[in-house]
């Protein structure tokens, strides 16, 4: 899974996808099947009572815009609300947005340009469908930021804990099997 931002020059509008991705989200969350897929980014020139809002996700979580639109009518009012993953917190707006509440109201007098900034908690998760313990170990995902550096940690009694692997978060999703699995607990930490 990756996630593709369309990012308008002044004076245009995203307007489509293209090519292995279709619609006109942005951000789009794309899942890569096959090698090299290709992705192409369609924008086109506003009128002159036109503007265009481009919103940035950073961290774990979702902006939902209302209207939901890529193009405005110069003077619209539109509402962003942040909306964070399990165990995340939205932490303000920044760019041509600088207050914290949420929802967010503006008034698009002019192209924009707001990011949602939320946490980057990592979390350790049940892969899906496979239940956790089964016969070759416990199987896990390590929900987390791509490219960072984890350590997991076990404890038998959640006070004293060991280190079992540090990993390198290769995808934002990675899935981990502990083969020596038996009633423990699991913890993450960031090391870089």
Known sequence: MVRLIALPETGAYFAAWGDAARGRTNPLSFVVTNENPGISALFAPLNANQVALAVIE????TVAVTPATNVFTKGQAVSLLALPEKDQTFTGWSGDASASPNPLLITLDSDKRITANFTRRPTLGLQPGLRGLIEDGFHFLI??????????????????????????????TMPLVDSNAANRFYRLLLLK
């Open 58 to 61: 950073n961290g774990f979580g």
């Open 143 to 172: 929900n987390g930021e791509e490219g960072a550096i984890y350590s997991v940690e076990t404890s038998n009694d959640l006070v004293n804990w060991k280190p079992l692997t540090a990993v390198t978060n290769v995808f934002s």
